[in-house]
């Protein structure tokens, strides 16, 4: 959800990003276009799409910055092989019931609003 302070600060205005799938679609009130990928590169910036995600941003960015043979090697001693348990750490592959009832447990929707909030009091 960190797209989402970047976003108010006025730091996605024209770039495309990622976020947490719950509170994705609220870049574009910031100027952003939101993106459904784990990881997103748009020219200075770069963002990801969940907790998770960030592993994938760390790798993207060692790669970018050192090259892709240092990415490989990175994640390899790093063992990073994801097999995640039960299939369901997307909303596409949990279904809308699953998806629904995470959104209402943990107060997404208080937290864009205090987001927005902060923003507009920024930009006041």
Do not use: H
């Not at 990003?17 to 719950?22: K, M, Q, T, V």
């Amino acid at each position: 959800m960190g797209s989402l302070i970047l976003g108010a600060a006025g730091l996605l205005k024209g770039y495309r990003a990622s976020s947490y799938w719950a509170v994705r679609d609220q870049l574009a009130e910031f100027g952003a276009t939101p993106c459904n990928q784990r990881v997103v590169i748009d020219r200075n910036r770069m963002s990801g799409g969940g907790v998770t995600a960030g592993i994938d941003v760390g790798l993207s960015l060692i790669g970018t910055l050192a090259g892709d043979d240092y990415g490989r090697m990175v994640e390899l001693f790093l063992e990073y092989a994801p097999e995640p348990p039960y299939g369901s750490g997307r909303p596409e592959l949990a279904g809308p019931e699953l998806a629904g009832q995470v959104t209402g447990a943990m107060g997404a929707t208080a937290f864009i609003e205090e987001i927005k909030a902060v923003a507009r009091s920024r930009m006041a």
